[in-house]
């Protein structure tokens, strides 16, 4: 006869660990170069596997940008593509596997990466993915409120009335300089709450609170070196927009190897 003090001790299925936050390092801005590196190294050593995930994310930029033309949304265009990158990180979900699975000498497929990924579902990689895209919406609707607000008796009946009204009337500037502000906040807020938080998902057995409270313990002890991290990230991709978002197929995988290893830099590792 079984006890109720047996049954009681007995899981019915193995949960994420709900321990602490992790002991978080000091990084430095050479931490941020040999995360680079490696990162790079990473992308040589599969290039065409890398190259993969930046030239989907590149099409589904391409094809978003398409379908705000063909709806007729003109005006979503531009916090479309600056907003793009916000969902960066959750893309390169597969990028890191590839990076963790070389850092220890493992070989790997197609089957390997693709398979690892879907399995994400079942764990707290999706409720990451909620955050990241429910910020992007909050950006998107934002964008909607000041437009209505700064620009509300301008008529968008092309790309070419929209960019003029917006870079060359006094309107569009000021509807240019809140947009920019209250982007860069979100932008910082979700930078912080995802530095490490996607790769640690991936990495180890932990719930998606613990995974975002460890990215801002990283950012919070390391605000320069994030900060300049930061920088980078937006830049490289932004640029790498320019010529039709194909830049994206080169710096998305190296930005995502890089992000990997500069989170084995920043978190330390699991014990035992």
């Not at 490696?38 to 065409?48: E, K, Q, R, V, W």
């Not at 301008?154 to 240019?176: C, H, I, K, R, Y």
Request: proline share 5%; glycine share 8%; with cysteine.
């Amino acid at each position: 006869m079984t006890s109720k003090t047996e049954e009681s001790t007995q899981p019915d299925a193995p949960t994420p660990q709900q321990g602490g936050i992790p002991e978080v390092n000091k990084v430095t801005a050479d931490d941020i170069t040999a995360s680079l590196k490696a990162g790079f190294s990473d992308f040589l050593a599969h290039p065409f596997m890398s190259g993969f995930f930046g030239l989907f994310y590149a099409v589904f930029g391409i094809l978003l940008v398409w379908c705000l033309v063909w709806l007729g949304k003109i005006w979503m265009i531009i916090p479309a593509v600056v907003g793009f990158p916000l969902v960066a990180p959750f893309a390169a979900a597969g990028l890191y596997e590839m990076s963790r699975r070389l850092q220890k000498g493992e070989s790997f497929g197609w089957a390997d990466i693709l398979t690892v990924m879907a399995d994400q579902r079942k764990r707290e990689m999706g409720w990451m993915a909620f955050v990241t895209l429910f910020i992007f919406w909050v950006w998107m609707y934002q964008v909607r409120l000041w437009l209505a607000i700064v620009l509300q008796n301008a008529s968008f009946s092309d790309v070419g009335g929209f960019l003029n009204t917006v870079f060359f009337t006094p309107e569009g500037w000021t509807f240019l300089a809140i947009g920019t502000c209250s982007g860069a906040l979100l932008s910082a807020a979700l930078f912080t709450v995802t530095v490490v938080a996607m790769p640690m998902l991936l990495d180890r057995e932990c719930d998606f609170v613990t995974a975002m409270l460890t990215s801002v313990e990283v950012v919070k002890q390391n605000p320069v070196v994030m900060l300049g991290w930061a920088a980078i990230i937006s830049v490289t991709v932004l640029l790498s927009m320019v010529p039709a978002f194909l830049g994206l197929i080169f710096t998305l995988p190296i930005l995502g190897h890089t992000t990997w290893h500069l989170y084995q830099r920043a978190v330390a590792p699991v014990e035992g």
